[in-house]
């Protein structure tokens, strides 16, 4: 079946620092990728998508490229903020009529002043 | 602002109640999902539901069930509360299409 694959974390940074975190993914089909952000206490928000190959999701200076030929879809942001604090979870869509998603175990980061 | 809404951020049930978690959505969704969120397994999907009374089982079904008579409104039923249910209940909605799911805020459920 589908699956997601990221580190757990906690990813810790100094402000201002960049920020990568990696997701790869298995799937058949031609799946929608996702970036999830959950802060604390909060459920999860959309942060980004990508529908198709090569496309770049972008929101709030985060941006990720769905690559086909690895599989990846990594969430990248040039200058963390200690608000950017948070859970962030990689996530496919199976491109099913019903949008089944299949959830990465989630990313912990740590941005401090 | 468009919501997902769960009726209750926090519930302390005792074994063997009968637990109802409510969610309402006030954007027309077609589908709704239940996840339940545990540290180290990341969401799990339990049901969801593309359709008014229409359900289909997810990956952790058991000790679950569903109700959806409303589009609006999905329900989920722990027949009989055991503690290894204790958990953050996530509800979620989303239209046709790679458009993204909408969570609501989440109930943690502790069953003692």
């Known amino acids: 079946g589908d699956s997601v694959t990221q580190m757990e974390g906690p990813v810790t940074l100094s402000e201002e620092a960049f920020l990568t975190i990696n997701c790869t993914y298995t799937a058949t089909g031609y799946p929608s990728l996702f970036w999830y952000v959950q802060y604390p206490g909060e459920g999860l928000q959309l942060l980004l998508k990508a529908t198709k190959a090569d496309d770049k999701g972008s929101n709030k200076g985060f941006e990720a490229t769905y690559r086909k030929e690895t599989t990846s879809f990594h969430l990248e942001k040039g200058s963390v903020q200690v608000s950017d604090s948070a859970v962030y979870f990689c996530a496919l869509s199976d491109g099913g009529g019903y949008q089944k998603v299949t959830f990465g175990i989630g990313t912990k980061l740590q941005v401090i002043p | 602002d468009v919501k997902v809404t769960q009726s209750s951020r926090y519930l302390v049930k005792r074994t063997g109640e009968k637990v109802f978690l409510e969610c309402v959505q006030d954007m027309d969704h077609e589908n709704m999902f239940w996840y339940r969120q545990d540290p180290g397994l990341g969401l799990r999907l339990i049901y969801f539901?593309?359709?008014?009374?229409?359900?289909e089982k997810g990956d952790i079904p058991e000790g679950y069930s569903v109700s959806r008579e409303k589009k609006e409104r999905f329900s989920l039923i722990l027949e009989s509360a055991s503690t290894n249910q204790t958990s953050m209940y996530l509800c979620?909605?989303?239209?046709?299409?790679?458009?993204?799911?909408?969570f609501g805020s989440g109930t943690r459920l502790t069953v003692v």
């Open positions: 539901s593309y359709d008014v009374k229409m359900k």
């Open positions: 979620a909605s989303s239209r046709q299409g790679a458009y993204g799911y909408t």
